[in-house]
């Protein structure tokens, strides 16, 4: 079946320091990624997305990176505030399941200040 | 501002007593989705409606159901709650299916 899964669970970090959240997907027919941040008690909110055409895309402090050779992606979050403790989730289209999104375990990421 | 509304927030419910969620949308986005979200876990999709298309998912348990009355509500019916339903459950929309997905705040329940 498809799997989306994530390295790490949990990811500790200092203030200021950068940030990087792994993905890993099995379908290389997958053409869509995104990236959810989902605070306690919240719904997932949209970071960055990249599609199978691109090999990265920066936004505001965020860096998607895609390796589609060996189907990883990647969140680097850079100068990480304590804002940005959450739960990162990466959403992986599958195009033979209609262009389902299906999610990543998650990674918890905690800042200390 | 255009959003996904969830209400109620928080519902109790007894084991067995069906409960109803609801979900609205200003967005006009023709796909509206329920997903599962257990304690430290990822959203586990439910069901999706491509307009007034209903899609199940083969692993979703026949005791949830759905219901599009319009373009703007969903609601999520679950018509005997178990314990291992408790859980929050959040609805989404999306302009198109393979579209960016916009989330509810989320409906949290818990079964007594």
């Known amino acids: 079946g498809e799997s989306v899964g994530l390295h790490l669970p949990t990811l500790s970090v200092q203030e200021g320091d950068n940030s990087i959240i792994n993905c890993a997907y099995s379908n290389s027919a997958s053409d869509y990624f995104i990236w959810y941040k989902q605070e306690s008690g919240k719904g997932p909110q949209f970071i960055i997305d990249i599609r199978s055409n691109m090999d990265k895309r920066q936004g505001q402090r965020v860096t998607v990176l895609l390796n589609k050779t060996v189907k990883h992606l990647s969140l680097q979050i850079a100068a990480t505030q304590p804002g940005d403790s959450a739960v990162y989730f990466c959403a992986v289209s599958f195009p033979n399941t209609g262009n389902q999104f299906y999610f990543g375990t998650g990674t918890s990421l905690t800042v200390i200040p | 501002d255009a959003m996904v509304i969830q209400n109620p927030r928080y519902q109790v419910t007894q084991f067995g007593k069906p409960v109803t969620l609801s979900c609205s949308q200003t967005?006009?986005?023709?796909?509206m989705y329920w997903y599962q979200q257990k304690s430290s876990q990822a959203p586990k999709l439910l069901f999706h409606?491509?307009?007034?298309?209903?899609?199940n998912e083969a692993d979703t348990p026949d005791n949830f159901q759905s219901r599009r009355p319009n373009t703007s509500f969903c609601f999520l019916d679950i018509r005997s709650p178990g314990l291992g339903d408790a859980a929050m459950y959040l609805c989404a929309t999306s302009r198109d299916r393979g579209s960016e997905q916009f989330f509810g705040p989320g409906t949290r329940l818990t079964v007594l």
């Open positions: 967005l006009n986005h023709n796909v």
């Open positions: 409606y491509y307009d007034k298309d209903f899609n």
